[in-house]
């Protein structure tokens, strides 16, 4: 089974801080990543796919990039409305693996 | 717009099998452009993939949990259903049902997800 391994696990940021998350795969996955926010009590929302497709109606300030194991989500400048918790998500073999997870916080 | 909606019972003994069902609406169950997943999330913590189904039936499942799982579709009433066997405490999560795209393989609708206590 492919383990992805998200850092940090907890982010303190301001708003307009640019903020990097990292998603580590234990073996290639080519291209097949994709990145959701999720907010308390909500469901996750989709960002990015395909490592760096953004997905519709998604802003332009949210980026991802890489490729085989390692992967970044980029927000170029941290918005009040993007406090929340991150997840990496990849697919091999017709099975899908998330990561632990990246919660930003307010600094 | 795609919608997707949870339902089935909150509480569930130990040892018991939990039933899911996810509806669909706002679009067809039967596109071949979609797989249909169950997630779940215990309480605090992260996401955990369970399993998805094409609407041929085809099913795949997170190894982790295959030896317990069953996932099936009914294309007549555009819903697909999830049967957790043997279930204990640590069954205990928000589930969501949600879209994966075959060719983007992300999870782009999201039910808003059902919480299952097992507990006796």
């Known amino acids: 089974d492919i383990q992805m391994t998200q850092s940090p696990s907890t982010l303190s940021a301001s708003v307009g801080d640019r903020v990097t998350i990292t998603c580590r795969a234990s073996?290639?996955?080519?291209?097949?990543l994709a990145w959701y926010q999720q907010k308390p009590g909500k469901a996750p929302k989709l960002l990015i796919y395909?490592?760096?497709s953004l997905e519709s109606g998604v802003p332009s300030r949210f980026s991802g990039s890489g490729s085989g194991t390692e992967f970044t989500l980029t927000i170029s400048s941290l918005q009040p409305d993007d406090f929340a918790t991150y997840y990496c998500?990849?697919?091999?073999?017709?099975?899908?693996?998330f990561g632990g997870g990246t919660k930003v916080e307010i600094k | 717009q795609v919608q997707l909606q949870e339902s089935g019972p909150g509480l569930v003994k130990p040892s018991q099998t939990l039933s899911l069902t996810c509806t669909v609406s706002?679009?067809?169950?039967?596109?071949?452009?979609?797989?249909w997943s169950w997630i779940r999330q215990p309480p605090g913590k992260g996401l955990e993939w369970i399993g998805y189904?094409?609407?041929?039936?085809?099913?795949y499942y997170n190894p982790s949990l295959k030896s317990r799982v069953t996932i099936s579709v009914d294309t007549s009433k555009n819903q697909f259903s999830l049967k957790l066997s043997s279930v204990t405490a640590a069954d205990t999560a928000v589930y969501y049902c949600?879209?994966?795209?075959?060719?983007?393989?992300?999870?782009?609708?999201w039910g808003q997800g059902t919480l299952v206590t097992v507990s006796s």
């Open positions: 949600a879209r994966v795209g075959v060719v983007v393989v992300a999870a782009d609708y």
């Open positions: 706002g679009g067809s169950i039967s596109s071949g452009d979609y797989y």
């Open positions: 189904i094409y609407y041929s039936g085809s099913t």
């Open positions: 073996q290639s996955i080519s291209s097949w």
């Open positions: 395909k490592a760096s």
């Open positions: 998500q990849q697919y091999n073999s017709y099975s899908l693996t």
